[in-house]
């Protein structure tokens, strides 16, 4: 099911994405003229085993607003690559996917190949990975050079970064390719100036219609183990019923990224009043406050489990459990028991035991009324197609096939 189960350590950014200013009324979105970029995705056994610290650290950054252009986190189970052209003729470097960060640089594993199109612009590139114990960095050279997604899809003199090979191991992953938001860029290039992102850079070239993003995960113990990004729109295939759509939070800090407003119900039980948090595709689990996690401990039974960091509980515990319900924008999304429990199939990545039930819901570290009160990271998103709508401010979820599915 899964082509690879071993892939060394690695640093992933994790800001979340962020809306820019609405720049007109929301305008309907059609899956027409649009392009997929298929992802692989790859089990990490050798990565961090307590995620849910590192999710927890990387949330506890984001709240404090640490001022690094990304925040340091390990998701050291499942992670999702693109292969992605660079130069002309294109060489392939394998990206690990991140919404969290707008820089792509590569360089990690694989040296850059330089073609008639690279363009050295004399700028370095720094990004700092705050928000954990160590220190963490990426720096090298910014080129500017043809990026081929496929013959239909390339994007002329797009900013690369060439990673200094000896600050930079790879692991087999060659860099990063950052669709976030291109404030994010700020301060990450030695002339100080933001740097077009690959989104801005399809949209303004009319590579694609719309500047929006579509998003869809399997889970990783289903049959299809895939994800794909969708440039210019949403994959309608991929979609069962419509899709709602959010606009994004007024509410500070969760303004600054990709914020929505929600409440959280266990059955029929308020564990969390409507509150601001973010959608992260580079979080693991979906954190909630600790007033929430509380209440979601106690209503279901469960226990810490000190070699995991996440909640336990008992097959008995798990046939009684209720399913959580996300109210986003008049919407409600139901995550069903099995959708919260992590795939058991996968136990050992996290150093859990062989039949150990494990929940996917974490503490996010601090008490609800910080204006981040929750992420709905990729246990989340990989049971909804999400849509970012950077035009119209917005995000949309819709159900999948995978919504209800038991396969956890």
């Given at each position: ?20 200013s609405a720049r007109a009324s929301p305008r309907p979105l059609t899956p027409s003229s649009t392009a997929i970029l298929k992802l692989a995705v790859r089990i990490n056994s050798a990565g961090i085993k307590n995620v849910a610290a590192a999710d927890r ?135 100080g100036k933001e740097v077009p992102t690959v989104m801005d850079n399809l949209y303004a070239q009319k590579r694609i219609n719309s500047e929006v993003l579509g998003v869809f995960f399997s889970p990783v113990s289903a049959d299809d183990d895939s994800g ?181």
């Amino acid at each position: 099911m899964v082509a690879s189960r071993s892939l060394p350590y690695l640093i992933l950014p994790a800001l979340a994405f962020f809306a820019l200013s609405a720049r007109a009324s929301p305008r309907p979105l059609t899956p027409s003229s649009t392009a997929i970029l298929k992802l692989a995705v790859r089990i990490n056994s050798a990565g961090i085993k307590n995620v849910a610290a590192a999710d927890r650290a990387r949330a506890q950054a984001l709240l404090q607003d640490s001022g690094s252009s990304s925040i340091s986190a390990t998701n050291g189970v499942v992670i999702y690559t693109a292969e992605v052209g660079v130069g002309s003729p294109p060489a392939y470097y394998t990206l690990l996917v991140d919404t969290g960060s707008s820089n792509s640089w590569i360089g990690a594993s694989k040296p850059y190949e330089k073609t008639n199109t690279s363009q050295d612009t004399g700028n370095s590139f720094y990004i700092a990975y705050g928000g954990s114990n160590d220190s963490t960095s990426t720096s090298g050279e910014e080129y500017l050079d043809t990026v081929t997604f496929s013959p239909d899809l390339v994007i002329e003199k797009q900013s690369i970064g060439v990673a200094a090979p000896t600050n930079t191991s790879g692991g087999g992953v060659d860099g990063i390719l950052g669709v976030g938001p291109v404030d994010l860029t700020k301060h990450t290039i030695s002339n100080g100036k933001e740097v077009p992102t690959v989104m801005d850079n399809l949209y303004a070239q009319k590579r694609i219609n719309s500047e929006v993003l579509g998003v869809f995960f399997s889970p990783v113990s289903a049959d299809d183990d895939s994800g794909e990004l969708t440039f210019g729109g949403y994959d309608d295939s991929r979609i069962v019923g419509n899709i709602n759509y959010v606009p994004i939070t007024s509410t500070s800090p969760a303004s600054k990224y990709w914020g929505v407003g929600q409440s959280i119900n266990y059955g029929t039980t308020s564990i969390l009043t409507k509150t601001a948090g973010i959608v992260d595709t580079g979080t693991t689990f979906i954190l909630i406050a600790t007033d929430a996690f509380n209440k979601y401990r106690s209503e279901t039974g469960a226990t810490l489990d000190a070699a995991t960091g996440l909640l336990k509980i008992s097959p008995e515990q798990y046939n009684k459990l209720s399913s959580l319900y996300f109210t986003i924008g008049g919407a409600t999304y139901e995550l069903t028991p099995n959708a919260q429990i992590w795939p058991r199939s996968l136990n050992s990545d996290l150093d859990g035991t062989p039949d150990g039930i494990y929940l996917i819901v974490s503490d996010i570290g601090s008490n609800s009324g910080s204006g981040f009160d929750f992420v709905n990271g990729y246990c989340f998103l990989e049971r909804f197609y999400s849509v970012f709508d950077t035009m119209n401010s917005r995000i949309g979820f819709a159900e999948t096939a995978y919504t209800n599915v038991t396969s956890n």
